[in-house]
């Protein structure tokens, strides 16, 4: 090997070297600027973050970026937070001023349905009062919804046995079964979940009293409850009309009446407000079911927080 190869091999070593080096510097800088970027977004999670002194890098083009982001996101938040409590204060004030003139018209039909009345007026204040209730019911419904839709009302979930509150939520049905002529029933259980025990109790009232509106006299509505890992499924079992298979996802929109029970009384918010209680602390809520073969719904409650 000659004097030139020795210099050519020295030279490719070298630039070997060279490449090595300004690789590993290019790595060390863009892993600075990662830790750096690193840095900065935890400090905008915690709500630390501070613009450094502004200069003509890269780093600084970012930090400023960013600094404008968190002050629209700030400004956003605020503008948000106020339209809710605005939202917050109409709900409160429709509620408040619908109660007491409800509650009059209730009381008022109540006592002319205790006085001696000719018949057809006898007729005309039960159906005062019926659709009194009726109002009393949706206007209700209707702020719970928007209360759960806008974030004003929270749920508190908690770890605890779901028996109480469906022994709860059946007892609050029984009247109106008996009334009907259906047999209801709750199958003893110790399955636990973490759940917010009233709002879930009126999730599962709202099926019981779905699966009994649409069961014949004579027919049977049964609650029964099972633990898995991951969840706690509560099934609504009826012996009703059933429901098509093209409805069954459009039962849980809002006001949503099926062609079928037209007749039958009813608004369409219940199964509404049942999906929303429930997806809202982390569960689901499935359905199975066919025309004339009774439906079974099944609500599905996480086991962990």
């Known amino acids: 090997m ?17 490449a090595a080096v300004i690789l590993l510097l290019e790595r060390r800088r863009e892993r600075r600027t990662m830790e750096a970027l690193d840095k900065m977004l935890n400090a905008a999670i915690d709500g630390s973050f501070t613009e450094s002194a502004f200069d003509e890098s890269l780093r600084s083009a970012v930090e400023t970026k960013l600094a404008r982001y968190l002050s629209a996101s700030e400004v ?10 605005k939202i917050k204060e109409l709900i409160s004030d429709i509620s ?39 109002l009393s019911f949706l206007i209700g419904a209707l702020v719970k919804t928007s209360r759960l839709e806008t974030g004003i009302l929270t749920f508190s979930p908690s770890p605890g046995g779901v028996g109480p509150m469906l022994q709860k939520a059946v007892s609050q049905a029984e009247p109106r079964a008996r009334e009907k002529g259906v047999a209801l029933s709750l199958a003893e259980t110790d399955a636990s979940a973490v759940f917010d025990p009233k709002w879930t109790a009126e999730a599962i009232y709202n099926l019981l009293d779905n699966a009994i509106k649409y069961t014949p006299s004579g027919g049977k509505v049964s609650v029964h409850a ?36 037209a007749e039958t009384e009813g608004v369409g918010i219940g199964l509404f407000l049942t999906r929303q209680i429930v997806t809202g602390q982390g569960g689901y809520v499935k359905v199975s079911s066919a025309p004339g073969k009774g439906a079974a719904f099944s609500v599905f409650l996480p086991r962990k927080e």
């Open 2 to 18: 000659n004097t030139l190869d020795y210099i050519l091999l020295a030279a490719a070593a070298a630039a070997v070297c060279a």
């Open 226 to 261: 099972a633990a898995y890992e991951l969840f706690c499924r509560i099934d609504v079992i009826d012996t009703g009309i059933g429901i098509a298979e093209a409805e069954q996802a459009k039962i849980f929109t809002r006001f949503y009446r099926s062609p079928a029970v």
């Open 76 to 85: 956003s938040s605020r503008n948000l937070n106020a339209e809710k409590e």
């Open 96 to 134: 408040h001023q619908t109660k007491t003139p409800i509650a009059n018209i209730l009381l008022y039909a109540q006592l002319l349905g205790e006085q001696a009345l000719p018949g057809e007026s006898a007729s005309c204040v039960r159906a005062l009062n019926a659709q009194a209730e009726k």
